[in-house]
C-alpha cells in the first residue's frame, strides 16, 4: 500500500490531535512535526513516532520525504507555512478559519493553485455525522424550502480564555455554523448585523450574536457564547434547528450520549469530535483527516469542502465583527 508522507506545522493542543490521528492512518507514514519550542517538537515526535522533527516551517516543506502537511498554527500565522508548503510542491490541510483576512486567504489559495496542489479547510462539522445526515435530507427536499435556520455553539468560560487572545467567537467558533449554513442553503448572504458584549475584560467580546439575511430570504442566526459557567457538563453546546415550509431538523450535539458522575463532578464525554476508542483517535476529525488523504492518493481535487467556500464563511464572519464592531448592518 501507498503511504503520503506527512507532516503538522503547530503543535498546540489541537495540532497534537492531528498527529494523533495521521499516526494512526495506515496509508500515512508521520515523517515530521515542527513546533517553533523544541521541546515540545521533541516530546510530540517521541510520542506518536515521527522520524524527524524540525523548529522551522522551512525546513519541513522542504524535507524530501513530506509530499504533506497539516497547518494547525494560530490564525494570523496560517498564510506563511501554507505558501511555503504550495511552493515546496506539497499539498496542504489547514484548520479552520483559512485565514484572518480575506488578503491573506486570497494569497494561500492562489499559491495553492499556481504549484498544482491540493488544498482544503479543516470545517470539521461537513464531516460530522448529524450535520452530514442533515445535508442529505435537506438536498433531497424532505423538508421544502428552508426558510430560518439558528445555530449555538456554546462553550464555558474557563476552556475559552487562552482562544480570546486570538480572535472573537464569531471567527473562532461561529464560522463553523455560518459555514454549514451556506454549505445547507447554497445561497448568499445579502446583509449582517451582529451584536457582542466584553464581561471580563478579555482580548474579544465573549458574548456574540450574528444574523444573516440571504438572497432568497431565508433567516440565519449564530450564537456564540464563550461564557458558560466552569462547571457546564458539557465541552459544547452546539444545537441547530432548521425550518422549512415543509418540515424540521433538529441538531443536537450538546448531549454526546455519555454522561459520567465522578469526584469532580458531571461530565458529557466528547464521543463525536476526535474520542478515543481502543487507544485510537476516531470521531469527525478522523474522517476529515482521511478524506484529505484519500483525495491526495487519488489525484482528486477536495470537493467536500472547496477554498472558495471556506474563504466565504471567512469574508461573512468578517462582515459580522465589523458590524459588531460599528453597530451597522454591513451589506455585501
Known amino acids: 500500500?501507498?503511504?503520503i508522507g506527512f507532516?503538522?506545522?503547530?503543535?498546540?493542543?489541537?495540532?497534537?490531535?492531528?498527529?494523533?490521528?495521521?499516526?494512526e492512518l495506515p496509508n500515512v507514514e508521520l515523517v515530521a512535526v515542527c513546533s517553533r519550542t523544541e521541546s515540545r517538537s521533541k516530546e510530540i515526535a517521541n510520542k506518536y513516532g515521527a522520524k524527524r522533527w524540525y523548529t522551522d516551517w522551512s525546513k519541513v516543506v522542504n524535507d524530501p520525504e513530506?509530499?504533506?502537511?497539516s497547518v494547525v498554527t494560530h490564525v494570523p500565522e496560517h498564510k506563511e507555512p501554507v505558501i511555503l508548503a504550495a511552493e515546496a510542491g506539497k499539498h496542504v490541510l489547514v484548520e479552520k478559519p483559512i485565514a484572518g483576512n480575506l488578503k491573506d486567504a486570497d494569497e494561500m489559495i492562489a499559491a495553492t493553485e499556481k504549484n498544482k496542489v491540493h488544498f482544503m479547510v479543516g470545517h470539521i462539522l461537513r464531516f460530522e455525522n448529524r450535520y452530514a445526515q442533515a445535508k442529505e435530507v435537506i438536498d433531497r427536499g424532505a423538508i421544502g424550502k428552508i426558510v430560518s435556520i439558528y445555530a449555538r455553539r456554546n462553550i464555558p468560560a474557563v476552556f475559552a480564555a487562552p482562544h480570546l487572545r486570538y480572535g472573537s467567537p464569531i471567527l473562532l467558533d461561529?464560522?463553523?455554523d455560518t459555514d454549514i449554513i451556506l454549505w445547507y442553503l447554497k445561497d448568499r448572504v445579502v446583509s449582517v448585523y451582529a451584536t457582542w458584549l466584553n464581561v471580563r475584560g478579555s482580548p474579544n467580546p465573549e458574548i456574540t450574536w450574528s444574523v444573516y439575511n440571504f438572497s432568497a430570504g431565508t433567516k440565519g442566526v449564530c450564537e456564540s457564547l464563550w461564557f458558560l459557567p466552569d462547571n457546564t457538563a458539557f465541552a459544547i453546546d452546539a444545537k441547530m434547528e432548521i425550518l422549512g415550509n415543509e418540515g424540521a431538523i433538529y441538531i443536537d450535539c450538546g448531549d454526546s450520549g455519555l454522561e459520567v458522575n465522578?469526584?469532580?463532578?458531571?461530565k458529557k464525554y466528547d464521543t463525536m469530535h476526535w474520542p478515543i476508542i481502543h487507544g485510537e483517535i476516531v470521531g469527525a476529525l478522523k474522517e476529515e483527516i482521511s478524506y484529505f488523504v484519500k483525495c491526495i492518493m487519488n489525484d482528486k481535487k477536495p470537493s467536500v469542502v472547496t477554498p472558495a467556500e471556506a474563504r466565504h464563511a471567512l469574508e461573512i464572519v468578517l462582515a459580522a465583527e465589523e458590524s459588531a464592531r460599528t453597530g451597522k448592518v454591513i451589506t455585501l
Open 1 to 3: 500500500m501507498k503511504r
Open 7 to 23: 507532516a503538522v506545522i503547530g503543535l498546540g493542543w489541537f495540532g497534537e490531535k492531528h498527529v494523533h490521528v495521521l499516526s
Open 66 to 69: 513530506v509530499e504533506a502537511v
Open 174 to 176: 461561529a464560522i463553523h
Open 262 to 266: 465522578d469526584k469532580k463532578g458531571v
